[in-house]
């Protein structure tokens, strides 16, 4: 192309610098090279938008095809093999509500009732409702008894007092925390079935690519959810550990303390005892005569 181009140019040059002529030739046309020379130009320049047609041709030919290949991978991209489900579909762990027949001819099925009530349903009412039949409840300590005992042992009795209290508010937070759980166990196990069936359908609309954005942030927040529930059941049974641990502490306290009031006393008691002895020998009469 750049040989033509060449040869164009050389025959224009040439027929701009022949003299005029106006030879007659046998045909009668007179030749004029100006002329000759823009119809050499005119050639030239349709050459040119030729090639620029064909450049243009070319790169929309090319766009063509990127676009069928992008369009082809993103309608491999949005299908979903067909046995998807039946490969990797998996069964879970449901709540199941907390039953038991045993005692239900029985006297005892209210307060069983009221039990599983708090167990399966929650809310702190049925929590307090269960504690309060199910439970050995605590008598009032006789304010004139307690208040004739010695500190040492006014200080043990509201110890466990305490110790009681506090386990009766774990008990029922426990109950309530689990009924609720499990209460909202039906929702949540019908949330994660949805989630499951649109995660294996073969629906193209539920491949694509805002759709799977939306699968991932749900799966996201139902886990946050489970995993506020674990930490619920966590808590309440920390709550209990911290309790258990205050009795055995409370426990290992006591013993040190009658340690301490037993060294603290013994040598006043032991004189006591001694000097009682003393005296009790001393009064009694060896003599017949009773003197």
């Known amino acids: 192309m750049t040989h033509r181009k060449l040869v164009l140019r050389a025959l224009a040059l040439i027929f701009a610098l022949a003299p005029v002529a106006h030879a007659q030739f046998g045909s009668g046309i007179v030749f004029d090279p100006t002329q000759s020379a823009h119809a050499i130009e005119q050639i030239e320049q349709g050459t040119q938008g030729l090639q620029t047609a064909e450049q243009i041709y070319t790169t929309a030919y090319k766009t063509m095809n990127q676009v069928i290949a992008a369009y082809n991978l993103a309608y491999q991209m949005s299908r979903m093999p067909e046995n998807l489900a039946a490969r990797y579909k998996s069964d879970f762990s449901q709540w199941s509500a907390v039953t038991n027949p045993t005692f239900t001819s029985s006297s005892n099925s209210s307060v069983t009732s009221a039990w599983l009530d708090a167990l399966n349903i929650?809310?702190?009412?049925?929590?307090?409702?269960?504690?309060?039949?199910?439970?050995?409840?605590?008598?009032?300590?006789?304010?004139?008894?307690?208040s004739s005992l010695d500190p040492t042992t006014q200080a043990v009795v509201q110890n466990q007092y305490t110790s009681s209290e506090i386990g009766q508010s774990n008990l029922t937070n426990l109950l309530s925390t689990l009924g609720t759980i499990r209460s909202?166990?039906?929702?949540?196990?019908?949330?994660?079935a949805n989630l499951e069936s649109d995660t294996y359908s073969t629906d193209p609309n539920q491949q694509t690519s805002n759709a799977l954005l939306g699968k991932i942030n749900s799966a996201t927040m139902l886990q946050i959810h489970s995993q506020q529930d674990t930490n619920q059941i966590l808590?309440?049974?920390?709550?209990?550990?911290?309790?258990?641990?205050?009795?055995?502490?409370?426990?290992?306290?006591?013993?040190?303390?009658?340690?301490?009031?037993?060294?603290?006393?013994?040598?006043?008691?032991?004189?006591?005892?001694?000097?009682?002895?003393?005296?009790?020998?001393?009064?009694?009469s060896l003599s017949t005569t009773g003197q």
Request: aromatic fraction near 8%; proline fraction near 5%.
């Open 184 to 192: 909202d166990s039906q929702t949540f196990q019908q949330k994660l």
């Open 235 to 284: 808590a309440a049974s920390a709550a209990q550990q911290a309790l258990e641990t205050k009795e055995d502490l409370d426990e290992r306290n006591r013993l040190m303390n009658q340690a301490i009031y037993f060294q603290q006393n013994f040598p006043s008691l032991m004189q006591n005892v001694t000097g009682g002895v003393s005296d009790s020998i001393h009064s009694i």
């Open 122 to 146: 929650g809310s702190p009412t049925r929590a307090m409702s269960a504690y309060g039949v199910a439970v050995i409840p605590l008598q009032s300590y006789p304010a004139g008894s307690l």
